[in-house]
């Protein structure tokens, strides 16, 4: 694969991938570094890109790893590494401050919300719902079955619909 390849097939992942390892670690930095190690890594195993049957499956797959691997070893000093508000993330604006700042704050209920799920579907949902991945992509990614993605992205669906209605109604339950 030529360096041609490199800038028109993996280059345009890096920002992905970024949004990828920062919803993992969630430090900007630490995912800006996470990226930079897996776009070297491809690129000094560029003679083995014939060989990789999915080379974007491939590129989230080593984002993903090493973004654990950065947790596992730098457990004492990460805060919470499920935080998603860096400053990386680019949503499209809509037509007038009030529709904006809605948003804002529904997406920042959202981001708290995902905090409560487990590591998996956390992932799931992240590469679906935010990144707009197919279930097999995820399943190659994340190494589990199509199944499984589906069942995962159900319940953390489900448990941050919950989580925002309980929000919604001020943590009251509504009398049945």
């Known amino acids: 694969m030529s360096t041609d390849k490199f800038s028109q097939v993996i280059l345009p992942l890096k920002d992905k991938l970024f949004r990828l390892a920062l919803s993992i670690v969630g430090d900007k930095r630490e995912s800006e570094d996470i990226v930079q190690d897996v776009l070297l ?4 195993k560029k003679e083995e ?9 491939y ?10 691997d950065q947790i596992a070893t730098a457990n004492a000093r990460l805060t919470d590494p499920t935080d998603l508000s860096g400053e990386s993330l680019r949503f499209i604006d809509e037509e007038n401050p009030h529709s904006q ?6 997406l920042s209920l959202i981001e708290e919300c995902t905090k409560e799920l487990s590591d998996n579907q956390r992932l799931v949902f992240q590469l679906r719902d935010i990144e707009g991945m197919s279930y097999k992509e995820i399943a190659e990614i994340a190494n589990i079955s199509e199944e499984l993605v ?3 992205l159900f319940r953390a669906r489900k ?3 919950e989580m925002l ?4 109604n001020y943590g009251i339950e509504p009398h049945t």
């Open 41 to 44: 890594k491809l690129w000094t």
């Open 165 to 168: 209605s309980n929000l919604d």
């Open 159 to 161: 448990k941050i619909r």
């Open 59 to 68: 590129c989230f797959r080593s984002t993903r790893n090493l973004a654990f």
């Open 49 to 57: 890109w014939d060989e990789i049957e999915n080379l974007e499956a």
């Open 150 to 152: 589906k069942v995962s």
């Open 101 to 106: 700042l809605v948003k804002k704050e529904r």
